[in-house]
């Protein structure tokens, strides 16, 4: 059968105004959420890009995303299922790279943003690796360890058609940790046929985990507070710390600045709030928290509304705990002269432009919790080659990539009288697309 011959196309209908009208709700930036917030950042930095400006819609959607199925039995002998994800949202520089949250109100929109983010992160400490993010919308603390072990199996081996060493390398986040990083590697390795330890990050140090990688992410937020404490002024010993979120990320972060002479006086979670103005004793909490799961009930402590930490005199504040948890509503009482971002997403765009009218400096996610992916990169390339480094090694590394980065996005924004949120996004968002026009499009 004979076609008739395509007629030219009008050039204006290849226009990315064209081609993105009827974007699917979820990639509209008025549908606010964590997606939409990162579409309004990635249009703050869009008028810094130059040139490489005509690939920035390449960082507009996820180049992959994947909805899995994910149904286990349970103890009882029923069949539950749960909706697990795996994003892919950019890997121009290298394999997609991410944590997988476990929790009950994850979206595909969250986990979206949290792969963009990650693509950000990642080129903001030039690691070489693109963006990617999971999850699965469930409450783990409604199961048996059987009934994670099995969720956890099932997603991965799910998820196996689009993960692996050089392709995509989960990591731990919100509710996962190293026994299910573990559970992670084996059931991909099983379904191998040869273990492969670089599959996912965050191990346990004897299956290829990598030593520092449990307090690598709050020894980078340690250390972004510490450079940007110096540029202001700001003396870390007696300072005031209030944390929200006291997990992997907080707890660590809140240790180490108790450990530089500051005074954690407000830690937040999800079982409430604690004060005490002369500083709580943070290892003695971190103990209370790793046997009853929450601060809640730690006697040494006042007990106060969730809601009054917002007002809680302090000169760093960390959010380290969910996404937009700073908001209109809260950021004009913030008395911190400092927030540093352990969380990903935690300020929304409203409350940033609050807080930088206040002067209120915000090191944002994208540069002061990238030292988990640094580590997890050291974790990565020691299970490649088979040979692995001493603490020391691994913490000074660290420290020495975290200064760097940071002071070359402190330079950006000072360059450009910006904050250091568009800072970071400029210095990353400049590396992928260069990545990305170097490499052109195929076919
Ligand atoms: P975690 O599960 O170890 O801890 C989460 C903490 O948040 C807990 O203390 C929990 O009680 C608290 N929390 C949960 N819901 C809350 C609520 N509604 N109000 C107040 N507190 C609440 O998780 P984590 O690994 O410490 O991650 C925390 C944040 O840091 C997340 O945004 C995560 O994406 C980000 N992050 C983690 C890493 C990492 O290496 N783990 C790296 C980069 C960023």
Known sequence: MSQAP?????PSSYSPSALTRALPSYLNPDNLGPWGI?????????????SLGRWVDTLKRPKRTLIVDVPIHLDDGSVAHFEGYRVQHNTSR??????????????LS??????????????????PYGGAKGGIRVDPRQLSVGELERVTRRYTSEIGLIIGPTKDIPAPDVNTNEQVMAWMMDTYSMNEGATATGVVTGKPVDLGGSLGRREATGRGVFTVGVEAAKRIGMDISGSRVAVQGFGNVGGVAGKLFAEAGARVVAVQDHGGCIYREAGLDVPALMAHV???????????????????FWDVPCDIMIPAALEQQITEANAARIQARMIIEGANGPTTPQADDILHDRGVLVLPDVIANAGG???????????????????????????????????????????????????????????????????????
């Open 6 to 10: 395509k007629q030219p196309r009008d």
């Open 38 to 50: 990162y579409l309004q950042q990635v249009d703050r930095v869009t008028p810094y890009l130059g």
């Open 94 to 107: 290298g394999p997609g790279k991410g944590g997988v949250r476990f929790h009950q109100d994850v979206t």
């Open 110 to 127: 969250e986990v979206m943003a949290l792969s963009a983010w990650m693509s950000i992160k990642n080129a903001a400490v030039n690691v």
């Open 290 to 308: 790793s046997r009853t799961g929450s601060v809640a009930g730690f006697a040494q402590a006042e007990v106060i509304e969730p809601d009054a």
């Open 373 to 443: 992916v640094t580590v997890s990169y050291f974790e990565w390339v020691q299970d490649f080659s088979s040979f692995f480094w001493t603490e020391e090694e691994i913490n000074e590394r660290l420290v020495r990539i975290m200064q760097g980065a940071f002071a070359g996005v402190w330079q950006v924004a000072e360059e450009h009288k910006v904050s250091l949120r568009t800072a970071t996004f400029i210095v990353a968002c400049k590396r992928i697309l260069h990545a990305r026009d170097l490499r052109g499009l195929y076919p």
